[in-house]
C-alpha cells in the first residue's frame, strides 16, 4: 500500500528530520520506501533518506507492505508533512 | 607558497612559514591538525577470494570500534550540556547504522575482492557524489558528517590512531594551535578561544570570515598558509605571530623566550587600550563604536570602554543551527544588548547578512559561481520575507528598551530599499495594533557596500536616516576582486586605500553632510591605524571597529595631537595620488607618529592584509 505526500519544511528533509524518518522506519519489521520521480528509497538508510534530496513542495510516495503498513506510513507521512 | 625558511638548529628543525596575518596577537602551543584526512594518501588494493570471510570480519570490527569511539564521544558531549553538538554525532552513529552503506561495503569484498579500506573508500566516494550532485549545500555539509564516519571506519582498519577532530578538542588536553585547511564559518562559531590558542589555515585571505570571527573571539590567527601547513606535524610546538603573519616551530626553549617577548610587548599595548576610547571620542570628536556579534562580544566591547555597537551582525544569531531563531529568543538577545551599554548608547542592529561566504544551514541558497554577487544581504530577507519580518519585529521591540538603530545591508535599488521601508513600516502597524510599545522614531539606515548605492546616494538619503559604509564589501565590488581571494597580485587590488575607493567614500560623506546625515565606516579599514585617521579627514562621522583589534587604533589615536582640519588638508592630499602605495608613504610620512610602530603595521608592500 502507498501514500503521496508534500514537503511542507521549506528547508526541505535535512538532516533532522532525515533521522526522524529512519528512526521511526526502523521500528517497523517490514521494509519501507520512499518513491519521488518513480525512483525508490529505503527509509530505514539516513543515507537514502538525505540523497532523496527532498525539497519544499517535491511530492513523495511511501509505500510499505506488511502488518501494521498503514500505520508506518502515516507515522512517515507526518514527519514529511511537518513544517519543520 | 609563500617564501618559507627551513634550518636545523641543534638537532631540531626550524621552520618559519609565511602567511597572511588575520588577527593579531601571539600565541604557544602544541600544534593539533584537523581534517588531514581528505589529504592522506588512499590506498588501494584487493583481496583473494579465499580472503573474503576475513575481510568482512576485519570491517565488522572496524565499525564496531569506530560506534564505540563516537558513543563515547557522544556521552561526553551530553555530560557537558552540549547538546548541538551532540547531536551531530548523533546524525554520525545514524550513518555508521547505515544498511545502504553497510550492504554497499560488503557487497564490494564479496563480490568485487576489494579490500575493506577500499570498500568503504568507494562506497563514500560514490555516496558523496550523489550528495554533490543534488547541489544543495545544506545536504553537502551533512556529507562532510558522512565522510568524517567513512574515514573514522578507515582508520581503524589501518588500526590508525584517532586524529583530532574540530568537536572533539578536549579542554584537559590544554590549549592548542588548530591547523586546518580552512573554516566554514560555521565550524568557525564553534571555535572555543578557551581551547583554541591560536588559528593557522591553509586557505583563506585576511578579510575573509574566518579571520574576522578569529579577531572577534581574540584568538590570533595566521591564514594563507598554502602547503607548506603539510610540513607541521601534529602535537609540534607552534609560536604563532598573527601581528606578522608568520608561525615558527623550533625548540620549546627557544619559542618560549620569543614568545615572552612578543607577549611582553602586547601587554604593554593592552594597557593603553583600557582607557582608550572615551578619550578618543573626546579628542577628534569622533564617537568610536564597535563591531560585534554576539552577547558575549557585547560584553568584551562594554568592558574595554566602547561607547555603544556600530555594528551588529546578526547573522551569526542564525548560523551554525538547522532552525531559524524565534522572535522571542531573538528579542531578549538585542534586550540584552541594550541592557549591557545601557538605555541611552546607540546600538545599530543589521539584519541578517546571509548568502556570500556565510552559509545558513536554515536556508537553502543554490550553490552559486559567484556567491558575493549572488543572494546575499537584503536579497536574502527579501526572498524570505517570513524570517525577515520575524528579525524585523523582534529589533523592533527592543527599540523600545534604548537607542536601536536599523541598519540594512546589500541594498543596491531604490525599489529594494521602498520595499525594506514597507516592511519596517508593515511591522511597525502590526506592533501598534497589538499595542506592544516599540520606538515610533526608531533610525534607519543603509549599509553602503553595493556602488550602486554610493553613486546614487543623494537619493537613498532622502528616506535613510543615517549610512553605514562597509569597507571591507565596497573595496571588493569597486575594484572586482574577490575578498577572499589569496593570490597575492590580486589580493593588492583589494585594499581600501585604492584612490577610487577612497573617491567614492569622500563622496557619501559629502552627500549625507549636505543633507544634515552622519556616516559611519565599519569595514577592517576603521581599525587601521593609518586609515582610521585618513577616514577623519574624510569627514566620517564614527568609526566603528572590532572590540579586540581596536587596541592598536585607540593607543595611536590617543598619542597624536593633529586636529580635525590638518587630517582634512593630509586626507585631500592623499586622494591626489596615483596609488594604495603611495597614499601609505605620504600617510606615514604626515602621521609621523606611526613610524617606528612596526609591529603594529604590516611592514611589507602590502598594507591592508591585517
Known amino acids: 500500500m502507498q501514500k503521496a505526500f508534500s514537503i511542507k519544511s521549506l528547508t526541505g528533509i535535512h538532516a533532522r528530520p532525515a533521522k526522524k524518518i529512519v528512526e521511526t522506519a526502523l521500528g517497523y519489521p517490514f521494509d519501507i520506501y520512499l518513491v519521488k520521480k518513480s525512483k525508490r528509497y529505503s527509509a530505514k538508510s539516513l543515507v537514502a533518506m538525505i540523497s532523496i534530496g527532498a525539497q519544499y513542495g517535491d511530492q513523495i510516495i511511501v509505500a510499505a507492505e506488511g502488518d501494521g503498513a498503514d500505520a508506518a506510513i502515516e507515522a512517515i507521512g507526518l514527519v514529511l508533512a511537518s513544517e519543520h | 607558497m609563500k617564501n618559507s625558511?627551513?634550518?636545523?638548529?641543534?638537532?631540531?628543525?626550524?621552520?618559519?612559514?609565511?602567511?597572511?596575518?588575520?588577527?593579531?596577537?601571539?600565541?604557544l602551543a602544541q600544534s593539533s591538525i584537523v581534517r588531514i584526512d581528505d589529504r592522506s594518501k588512499l590506498q588501494y588494493f584487493s583481496i583473494k577470494p579465499s580472503e573474503t570471510r576475513i575481510e568482512l570480519e576485519l570491517f565488522h570490527i572496524a565499525v564496531k570500534q569506530a560506534e564505540e569511539e563516537l558513543s563515547e564521544i557522544h556521552a561526553r558531549l551530553k555530560l557537558a550540556n552540549r547538546e548541538l553538538d551532540a547531536e551531530i554525532i548523533e546524525v554520525q552513529l545514524f550513518f555508521l547504522q547505515d544498511a545502504e552503506l553497510l550492504e554497499s561495503v560488503r557487497q564490494k569484498i564479496s563480490g568485487l575482492f576489494y579490500s575493506a579500506q577500499m570498500a568503504v573508500q568507494e562506497t563514500m566516494n560514490e555516496i558523496v557524489e550523489k550528495i554533490d550532485s543534488l547541489e544543495n549545500p545544506y545536504l553537502q555539509q551533512r556529507a562532510t558528517d558522512f565522510k568524517d564516519v567513512c574515514w573514522r571506519m578507515i582508520r581503524k582498519l589501518r588500526g590508525e590512531d584517532e586524529q583530532f577532530s574540530l568537536m572533539e578538542i578536549q579542554e584537559e588536553k590544554g590549549k592548542i594551535i588548530l591547523l586546518c585547511e580552512d573554516l566554514t564559518p560555521s565550524e568557525a562559531v564553534r571555535l572555543k578561544p578557551e581551547i583554541v590558542a591560536g588559528l593557522v589555515t591553509a586557505e583563506g585571505g585576511a578579510m575573509s570570515h574566518v579571520a574576522i570571527i578569529a579577531r572577534s573571539l581574540g584568538i590570533p590567527a595566521v591564514v594563507g598558509v598554502g602547503n607548506d601547513l603539510l610540513h607541521i606535524n601534529n602535537g609540534e610546538w607552534l609560536l604563532l605571530n598573527g601581528t606578522d603573519g608568520t608561525v615558527r616551530t623550533g625548540a620549546y626553549n627557544v619559542l618560549l623566550d620569543a614568545y615572552r617577548q612578543l607577549s611582553q610587548r602586547g601587554e604593554g599595548e593592552l594597557t593603553v587600550e583600557r582607557s582608550g576610547v572615551a578619550k578618543v571620542t573626546h579628542n577628534i570628536g569622533t564617537t568610536v563604536l564597535s563591531?560585534?556579534?554576539?552577547?558575549?562580544?557585547?560584553?568584551i566591547a562594554k568592558n574595554n570602554g566602547f561607547s555603544g555597537v556600530g555594528l551588529f551582525r546578526t547573522e551569526?544569531?542564525?548560523?551554525?543551527?538547522?532552525?531559524?531563531?524565534?522572535?522571542?529568543?531573538?528579542?531578549?538577545?538585542?534586550?540584552?544588548?541594550?541592557?549591557?551599554?545601557?538605555?541611552?548608547?546607540?546600538?545599530?542592529?543589521?539584519?541578517?547578512?546571509?548568502?556570500?561566504?556565510?552559509?545558513?544551514?536554515?536556508?537553502?541558497?543554490?550553490?552559486?559561481?559567484?556567491?558575493?554577487?549572488?543572494?546575499?544581504?537584503?536579497?536574502?530577507?527579501l526572498r524570505y520575507p517570513e524570517q525577515f519580518r520575524i528579525q524585523l519585529r523582534a529589533i523592533l521591540r527592543a527599540s523600545f528598551y534604548g537607542q536601536i538603530k536599523l541598519l540594512f545591508p546589500m541594498i543596491a535599488t531604490i525599489e529594494e530599499w521602498k520595499s525594506v521601508l514597507c516592511e519596517v513600516e508593515r511591522t511597525k502597524a502590526g506592533l501598534r495594533k497589538e499595542r506592544i510599545p516599540f520606538n515610533e522614531q526608531l533610525e534607519v539606515g543603509i549599509l553602503v557596500e553595493v556602488p550602486a548605492v554610493a553613486i546614487l546616494i543623494d537619493r537613498f538619503l532622502e528616506t535613510a536616516d543615517f549610512i553605514s559604509i562597509?569597507?571591507?564589501?565596497?573595496?571588493?565590488?569597486?575594484?572586482?576582486?574577490?575578498?577572499?581571494?589569496?593570490?597575492?597580485?590580486?589580493?593588492?587590488?583589494?585594499?581600501?586605500?585604492?584612490?577610487?575607493?577612497?573617491?567614492?567614500?569622500?563622496?557619501?560623506?559629502?552627500?549625507?553632510?549636505?543633507?544634515?546625515?552622519?556616516?559611519?565606516?565599519?569595514?577592517?579599514?576603521?581599525?587601521?591605524?593609518?586609515?582610521?585617521?585618513?577616514?577623519?579627514?574624510?569627514?566620517?562621522?564614527?568609526?566603528?571597529?572590532?572590540?579586540?583589534?581596536?587596541i592598536a587604533l585607540q593607543s595611536e589615536l590617543l598619542s597624536q595631537n593633529q586636529d580635525n582640519v590638518q587630517l582634512r588638508e593630509i586626507a585631500e592630499k592623499a586622494l591626489e595620488l596615483e596609488s594604495p602605495g603611495q597614499i601609505e608613504q605620504y600617510l606615514r610620512h604626515r602621521l609621523k607618529w606611526v613610524v617606528g610602530r612596526e609591529n603594529i603595521m604590516n611592514t611589507n608592500d602590502k598594507p591592508f592584509r591585517s
Do not use: W
Open chain 2, 291 to 299: 563591531n560585534i556579534s554576539s552577547i558575549a562580544e557585547a560584553r
Open chain 2, 316 to 381: 551569526f544569531l542564525f548560523m551554525g543551527r538547522e532552525d531559524f531563531p524565534k522572535e522571542e529568543e531573538q528579542f531578549a538577545i538585542y534586550k540584552e544588548v541594550v541592557s549591557i551599554f545601557g538605555s541611552d548608547t546607540p546600538i545599530i542592529i543589521r539584519t541578517m547578512d546571509a548568502g556570500g561566504d556565510k552559509q545558513l544551514c536554515s536556508l537553502p541558497i543554490k550553490k552559486e559561481d559567484n556567491p558575493f554577487l549572488g543572494l546575499r544581504g537584503i536579497r536574502v530577507s
Open chain 2, 470 to 550: 562597509g569597507t571591507n564589501d565596497l573595496t571588493q565590488y569597486v575594484m572586482a576582486v574577490s575578498r577572499t581571494d589569496t593570490d597575492t597580485t590580486l589580493s593588492q587590488l583589494h585594499d581600501p586605500l585604492q584612490p577610487a575607493a577612497l573617491q567614492l567614500i569622500r563622496h557619501i560623506v559629502a552627500e549625507a553632510h549636505a543633507k544634515g546625515k552622519k556616516v559611519s565606516v565599519c569595514g577592517e579599514m576603521a581599525s587601521h591605524s593609518l586609515a582610521a585617521p585618513l577616514l577623519l579627514g574624510l569627514g566620517v562621522d564614527m568609526l566603528s571597529i572590532n572590540c579586540v583589534s581596536a
Open chain 2, 5 to 27: 625558511s627551513n634550518s636545523i638548529l641543534g638537532g631540531v628543525i626550524v621552520m618559519r612559514l609565511m602567511g597572511m596575518p588575520a588577527s593579531e596577537g601571539a600565541a
